[in-house]
């Protein structure tokens, strides 16, 4: 959300400074409504790992009740309580990564924030070299970015599954090394625009290294339509995350993964309708909400450019 | 004035105001602008930018945008109200009446049209003609503009003409349907001096032979000195001075008019002309117009009327003039205020040591070629040759001025000196070390030494970074100073810069272009460079910021006793600040020597050409009118013999119509102290040709 705020240095008044960056937000109608859809899954994450109404992994009710008094949402097909487990389902995605292994320590972080970091990292170091060194840099890594884009998705997700078994970090990897290419394509467009101005014209003609420039003069200017494709692509990564769980390949149980409940549910669609409906739902308004709100932030920093 | 019997104007725009619609409220952009035009006159316009020129030719002719509407005030077009019409009837008088050309044929010409069917859509949208009879039209009317095998041109793109040529079609379309009034945007100001001259002569003409009424709007005095009979100085959304072109040049009434002619360079007959007075503080954005007299801020004659006080414009002597205190404003008893102080020119020994040398210094770029042999490598090797055998030396504490117009090669030649391009062949030597090579393999110690200036102030500070930083980051980088002393010597920078210590810490969006330019040249010098190289440095700003960065160079030279490479398209420009001056054309050095004598003949033709060009904003100064015809051949292929050959005037001097200087390279030809002339006539006949520039005693 601190996207044009300035980095580095000491200022005078720097709250009003952030304030100043954060409220351009709201000057967007686009990106208000989707920041309160995803804030809203986020303060349901946040509550969730405090309390949810039942236990969400414990079957304490009688299967595929329809909403009622005691389970909102019903319950589903092993009589667990719907509302709880879409509540703890956000945890997975936005706020918790379980490490391998059996022991019970996570860390900060849901896998669809972790992907996305980890695309960018990977796209951007990429990106940058191909755009900045350009010639064969920019041939041989943009080749072999284009040859993974050839691939449809969905294979590259299973082969990295199949190859590292199921888990969250598995996941992870398969998200950033599926999301790499796309943001190689927008870091090296950036770079190769960036590097035509005349501020790196002065770094050259102080000699700095190809490092320092690449990392120093030109990433701090990308950043913005950088951290709004990173938006778009959490979208992306949670839609990821809920075709795997579809699947049956993605987060391993007990705990409630969204796209598994729906897989779950969907084999009693037609005694219980409902069940398949919440955690489609829940899926499409985090998505839409992160759409909405990266859409209506890139109209707003790109208007104050101009 | 024109005439004594009152025509009706063509256009009469009385108390004009023009607002936006922003975010929280509206900005008036101008505010009580009136003037008019009759037929057959140009009016000029004349101001810096941001200024409301254009928002006023906007106004004229409905362009305003979707946020801007006409506040308050009258626009009468032959009588015709136009406020308040509605968009329909606006735009049929627009095609019909009123044309508009702007500054970048590029942008005005549709690229993916032939030039022929864009022009002809005028005449037969508006005026009904059959297609034929519009191709007749219009080709007549690009022999009009001389356009060269105008019925050629017709089937051709756009990006097939030169940028003059383009100009030249697209002032054609507008006059194609004779219009009563035509506005002028900047037509010339993306053009070089050169061409710039020819479409000058061009217009001038074309309002005598037309009779149309022409709103020429610019921010270069020369050319308003050229080409209009009134003009209109604005400031700050004002009209703040009116009158004819021969009254206000020789005795300006309104204190910014004066200051605007004092800081820019007049190519006159001796090099004080050029000394340069800039004004102090800038032009107000909309938001922050001072109360009273608009220009009170910046006025070195403000007083206590000036603050509370909006002045009118008033007639004095058959100037409209907006100032309280006009009359008792005597210009020529003006002296510089003490924070203006010109910095003292002293004669540097001229036998100090020699820091750059060059050595028939080449610059090849390799062309990739299209057809199949060239894909496959094997086809035969094309070159464009950017610089060819260049040959001086610079001494220490010296300036270098390089003029040329674009695509002459100034750039590259730079560029190869700091090492962004390594040289193709030939020798470069800076303090004793080979330059030749690119930056990658020089010592750290040399690249300390090298340091270059450059020209857009947008884009020659990181956005991300604060002044501070940036300014520091070569200290730091080369270690010339420890680093808990960084930031005191930065501030002792920023204060030589005049700018304070609260600069430190802003963000180049927080600054204006020439501030920006000021944080280029401290960070250019924070390493104690011995050599800098400036790439255009003032071209891009306004002339009152222009005249002060200038000086600040001036003065940063003398303190650091540094040596400038200077670059600059304008002639006027170099002429104070360099001691030495290279004149280049297509990458061939065609003369060079000391300022003054590049200045006085004997010329190269092509100095002589350029120098006929300037537009000098004095109308008393009689110019040589010479114009070169053609444009800049390609480097690719550049002609044989002497490159300038096939646009020269004067080859017709030599035996046989200068058949040599097809054939053979002349010789440097040696006319006096260290003054070099690249061409076959000889330097007694050069000396013979008459000074370009001379002043009319009256």
Same mark, same amino acid.
């Given at each position: 959300?601190?996207?044009?705020?300035?980095?580095?240095?000491?200022?005078?008044?720097?709250?009003?400074?952030?304030?100043?960056?954060? +409220?351009?937000?709201?000057?967007?109608?686009?990106?208000?409504?989707?920041?309160?859809?995803?804030?809203?899954?986020?303060?349901?994450?946040?509550?969730?790992?405090?309390?949810?109404?039942?236990?969400?992994?414990?079957?304490?009710?009688?299967?595929?009740?329809?909403?009622?008094?005691?389970?909102?949402?019903?319950?589903?097909?092993?009589?667990?309580?719907?509302?709880?487990?879409?509540?703890?389902?956000?945890?997975?995605?936005?706020?918790?990564?379980?490490?391998?292994?059996?022991?019970?320590?996570?860390?900060?972080?849901?896998? +669809?924030?972790?992907?996305?970091?980890?695309?960018?990292?990977?796209?951007?170091?990429?990106?940058?070299?191909?755009?900045?060194?350009?010639?064969?840099?920019?041939?041989?890594?943009?080749?072999?970015?284009?040859?993974?884009?050839?691939?449809?998705?969905?294979?590259?997700?299973?082969?990295?599954?199949?190859?590292?078994?199921?888990?969250?970090?598995?996941?992870? =990897?398969?998200?950033?090394?599926?999301?790499?290419?796309?943001?190689?394509?927008?870091?090296?467009?950036?770079?190769?625009?960036?590097?035509?101005?005349?501020?790196?014209?002065?770094?050259?003609?102080?000699?700095?290294?190809?490092?320092?420039?690449?990392?120093?003069?030109? =990433?701090?200017?990308?950043?913005?339509?950088?951290?709004?494709?990173?938006?778009?692509?959490?979208?992306?990564?949670?839609?990821?995350?809920?075709?795997?769980?579809?699947?049956?390949?993605?987060?391993?149980?007990?705990?409630?993964?969204?796209?598994?409940?729906?897989?779950?549910?969907?084999?009693?669609?037609?005694?219980?309708?409902?069940?398949?409906?919440?955690?489609?739902?829940?899926?499409?308004?985090?998505?839409?909400?992160?759409?909405?709100?990266?859409?209506?932030?890139?109209?707003?920093?790109?208007?104050?450019?101009? | 004035?024109?005439?004594?019997?009152?025509?009706?104007?063509?256009?009469?725009?009385?108390?004009?105001?023009?607002?936006?619609?922003?975010?929280?409220?509206?900005?008036?952009?101008?505010?009580?602008?009136?003037?008019?035009?009759?037929?057959?006159?140009?009016?000029?316009?004349?101001?810096?930018?941001?200024?409301?020129?254009?928002?006023?030719?906007?106004?004229?002719?409905?362009?305003?945008? @979707?946020?801007?509407?006409?506040?308050?005030?009258?626009?009468?077009?032959?009588?015709?109200?136009?406020?308040?019409?509605?968009?329909?009837?606006?735009?049929?008088?627009?095609?019909?009446?009123?044309?508009?050309?702007?500054?970048?044929?590029?942008?005005?010409?549709?690229?993916?049209?032939?030039?022929? /069917?864009?022009?002809?859509?005028?005449?037969?949208?508006?005026?009904?003609?059959?297609?034929?009879?519009?191709?007749?039209?219009?080709?007549?009317?690009?022999?009009?503009?001389?356009?060269?095998?105008?019925?050629?041109?017709?089937?051709?793109?756009?990006?097939?003409?030169?940028?003059?040529?383009?100009?030249?079609?697209?002032?054609?379309?507008?006059?194609?349907?004779?219009?009563?009034?035509?506005?002028?945007?900047?037509?010339?100001?993306?053009?070089?001096?050169?061409?710039?001259?020819?479409?000058?002569?061009?217009?001038?003409?074309?309002?005598?032979?037309?009779?149309?009424?022409?709103?020429?709007?610019?921010?270069?005095?020369?050319?308003?000195?050229?080409?209009?009979?009134?003009?209109?100085?604005?400031?700050?959304?004002?009209?703040?001075?009116?009158?004819?072109?021969?009254?206000?040049?020789?005795?300006?009434?309104?204190?910014?008019?004066?200051?605007?002619?004092?800081?820019?360079?007049?190519?006159? @007959?001796?090099? @004080?002309?050029?000394?340069?007075?800039?004004?102090?503080?800038?032009?107000?954005?909309?938001?922050?117009?001072?109360?009273?007299?608009?220009?009170?801020?910046?006025?070195?004659?403000?007083? /206590?009327?000036?603050?509370?006080?909006?002045?009118?414009?008033?007639?004095?002597?058959?100037?409209?003039?907006?100032?309280?205190?006009?009359?008792?404003?005597?210009?020529?008893?003006?002296?510089?205020?003490?924070?203006?102080?010109?910095?003292?020119?002293?004669?540097?020994?001229?036998?100090?040591?020699?820091?750059?040398?060059?050595?028939?210094?080449?610059?090849?770029?390799?062309?990739?070629? $299209?057809?199949?042999?060239?894909?496959?490598?094997?086809?035969?090797?094309?070159?464009?040759? &950017?610089?060819?055998?260049?040959?001086?030396?610079?001494?220490?504490?010296?300036?270098?001025?390089?003029?040329?117009? #674009?695509?002459?090669?100034?750039?590259?030649?730079?560029?190869?000196?700091?090492?962004?391009?390594? $040289?193709?062949?030939?020798?470069?030597?800076?303090?004793?070390?080979?330059? $030749?090579?690119?930056?990658?393999?020089?010592?750290?110690?040399?690249?300390?030494?090298?340091?270059?200036?450059?020209?857009?102030?947008? #884009?020659?500070?990181?956005?991300?970074?604060?002044?501070?930083?940036?300014?520091?980051?070569?200290?730091?980088?080369?270690?010339?100073?420890?680093?808990?002393?960084?930031?005191?010597?930065?501030?002792?920078?920023?204060?030589?810069?005049?700018?304070?210590?609260?600069?430190?810490?802003?963000?180049?969006?927080?600054?204006?272009?020439?501030?920006?330019?000021?944080?280029?040249?401290?960070?250019?010098?924070?390493?104690?460079?011995?050599?800098?190289?400036?790439?255009?440095?003032?071209?891009?700003? /306004?002339?009152?910021?222009?005249?002060?960065?200038?000086?600040?160079?001036?003065?940063?030279?003398?303190?650091?006793?540094?040596?400038?490479?200077?670059?600059?398209?304008?002639?006027?420009?170099?002429?104070?600040?360099?001691?030495?001056?290279?004149?280049?054309?297509?990458?061939?050095?065609?003369?060079?020597?000391?300022?003054?004598?590049?200045?006085?003949?004997?010329?190269?033709?092509?100095?002589?050409?350029?120098?006929?060009?300037?537009?000098?904003?004095?109308?008393?100064?009689?110019?040589?009118?010479?114009?070169?015809?053609? #444009?800049?051949?390609?480097?690719?292929?550049?002609?044989?013999?002497?490159?300038?050959?096939?646009?020269?005037?004067?080859?017709?001097?030599?035996?046989?119509?200068?058949?040599?200087?097809?054939?053979?390279?002349?010789?440097?030809?040696?006319?006096?102290?260290?003054?070099?002339?690249?061409?076959?006539?000889? &330097?007694?006949?050069?000396?013979?040709?008459?000074?370009?520039?001379?002043?009319?005693?009256?």
């Amino acid at each position: 959300m601190a996207i044009a705020q300035p980095t580095a240095g000491v200022r005078p008044s720097r709250w009003q400074q952030m304030w100043k960056s954060v +409220a351009i937000i709201f000057e967007s109608r686009v990106a208000t409504v989707g920041l309160a859809m995803v804030l809203f899954w986020l303060l349901i994450g946040f509550i969730s790992l405090v309390w949810t109404p039942h236990e969400p992994n414990a079957s304490d009710f009688i299967q595929n009740l329809p909403p009622n008094g005691t389970n909102w949402l019903g319950t589903d097909h092993l009589g667990r309580d719907i509302t709880s487990r879409l509540m703890q389902g956000t945890q997975v995605i936005l706020l918790k990564t379980r490490l391998p292994g059996d022991s019970e320590i996570s860390i900060p972080g849901g896998v +669809a924030i972790w992907g996305v970091i980890g695309s960018l990292v990977l796209g951007v170091t990429l990106g940058l070299n191909a755009g900045y060194r350009g010639g064969w840099w920019d041939q041989i890594i943009m080749q072999i970015l284009d040859a993974l884009i050839a691939f449809p998705r969905i294979v590259l997700y299973l082969v990295v599954i199949a190859a590292l078994g199921q888990g969250d970090m598995v996941v992870i =990897l398969a998200i950033t090394i599926t999301g790499a290419p796309g943001v190689a394509r927008l870091a090296r467009s950036l770079a190769m625009d960036i590097k035509t101005r005349d501020y790196i014209r002065a770094a050259e003609t102080r000699g700095e290294s190809v490092r320092y420039i690449m990392f120093r003069e030109i =990433l701090p200017n990308a950043r913005g339509p950088l951290l709004v494709d990173a938006m778009l692509r959490v979208g992306y990564a949670i839609f990821a995350i809920g075709t795997l769980g579809f699947l049956g390949i993605g987060l391993p149980p007990p705990d409630p993964d969204w796209g598994n409940m729906v897989n779950e549910a969907r084999r009693n669609i037609f005694s219980n309708q409902t069940a398949v409906i919440w955690p489609s739902l829940a899926i499409a308004t985090l998505v839409i909400g992160l759409n909405l709100f990266a859409d209506g932030l890139r109209e707003e920093l790109t208007r104050y450019q101009k | 004035m024109t005439g004594k019997q009152k025509k009706s104007p063509v256009l009469k725009v009385e108390d004009l105001a023009v607002a936006y619609k922003v975010r929280g409220g509206e900005i008036e952009a101008v505010q009580r602008v009136s003037f008019e035009i009759n037929r057959g006159e140009t009016y000029g316009i004349v101001g810096e930018s941001g200024c409301g020129k254009s928002t006023v030719a906007w106004a004229i002719v409905n362009f305003l945008g @979707a946020n801007g509407y006409v506040k308050r005030g009258s626009i009468k077009f032959q009588g015709q109200e136009l406020v308040g019409k509605s968009g329909e009837e606006l735009r049929r008088l627009r095609g019909d009446q009123i044309a508009m050309v702007y500054q970048d044929p590029m942008q005005a010409l549709n690229p993916s049209m032939r030039l022929g /069917d864009q022009m002809k859509e005028v005449l037969t949208v508006h005026r009904g003609m059959a297609d034929d009879e519009a191709a007749q039209h219009c080709i007549q009317m690009l022999e009009r503009v001389y356009m060269p095998d105008a019925a050629n041109v017709m089937r051709r793109y756009p990006h097939q003409i030169s940028g003059g040529q383009q100009q030249r079609v697209v002032i054609a379309m507008a006059l194609l349907n004779n219009p009563a009034l035509l506005v002028m945007d900047e037509p010339t100001t993306a053009l070089d001096v050169t061409v710039e001259a020819a479409v000058l002569d061009l217009i001038a003409e074309l309002s005598r032979d037309f009779d149309t009424a022409i709103m020429y709007i610019t921010h270069n005095l020369g050319v308003i000195a050229r080409v209009s009979n009134r003009v209109g100085v604005m400031y700050a959304g004002e009209m703040v001075e009116r009158g004819t072109v021969a009254k206000i040049y020789k005795n300006p009434r309104h204190p910014y008019t004066q200051g605007l002619m004092r800081c820019v360079p007049k190519l006159g @007959a001796d090099k @004080a002309g050029s000394i340069l007075h800039p004004i102090r503080g800038r032009v107000p954005p909309p938001t922050h117009r001072p109360a009273g007299c608009v220009f009170g801020p910046r006025c070195d004659y403000i007083q /206590d009327k000036c603050r509370e006080e909006r002045p009118l414009l008033r007639d004095l002597d058959g100037i409209m003039v907006r100032c309280h205190f006009a009359e008792e404003i005597i210009a020529s008893e003006w002296t510089p205020s003490e924070e203006l102080a010109l910095p003292q020119i002293e004669a540097v020994s001229s036998d100090s040591e020699t820091i750059l040398e060059l050595n028939d210094l080449k610059k090849y770029y390799e062309v990739q070629g $299209s057809s199949f042999k060239d894909v496959i490598g094997l086809g035969e090797k094309r070159y464009v040759k &950017a610089v060819e055998n260049a040959n001086f030396t610079v001494a220490k504490g010296k300036t270098l001025g390089v003029v040329g117009e #674009s695509g002459c090669g100034k750039s590259t030649l730079i560029k190869t000196i700091i090492g962004l391009e390594g $040289s193709t062949s030939g020798k470069a030597t800076f303090m004793g070390f080979d330059i $030749s090579g690119d930056i990658s393999g020089r010592d750290e110690a040399l690249i300390q030494e090298l340091q270059m200036v450059f020209q857009n102030p947008d #884009s020659t500070m990181n956005p991300s970074y604060t002044v501070g930083q940036q300014i520091g980051r070569p200290m730091l980088r080369f270690g010339t100073v420890p680093k808990n002393q960084v930031r005191g010597e930065v501030i002792k920078l920023l204060e030589s810069m005049r700018l304070g210590e609260n600069y430190y810490d802003r963000l180049p969006r927080q600054l204006s272009g020439g501030e920006k330019q000021r944080v280029g040249i401290a960070r250019a010098l924070a390493s104690r460079p011995n050599l800098v190289l400036c790439d255009e440095p003032v071209s891009a700003l /306004d002339v009152s910021v222009q005249a002060a960065i200038l000086n600040l160079l001036l003065e940063v030279q003398q303190e650091f006793n540094t040596t400038l490479v200077f670059i600059a398209h304008d002639l006027s420009v170099v002429r104070f600040f360099s001691d030495e001056v290279a004149v280049m054309y297509l990458g061939q050095i065609m003369e060079i020597g000391p300022a003054d004598a590049i200045y006085a003949p004997p010329y190269h033709p092509y100095t002589e050409a350029l120098l006929s060009a300037v537009p000098i904003p004095d109308p008393t100064i009689q110019q040589k009118h010479i114009r070169l015809e053609g #444009s800049v051949p390609s480097a690719i292929n550049p002609p044989s013999g002497c490159r300038f050959h096939t646009r020269c005037p004067r080859r017709k001097l030599l035996p046989h119509g200068g058949k040599i200087c097809e054939t053979e390279l002349p010789n440097w030809q040696i006319t006096g102290d260290g003054h070099r002339i690249f061409c076959h006539i000889p &330097a007694e006949t050069l000396q013979t040709f008459d000074p370009v520039i001379t002043v009319e005693s009256d």
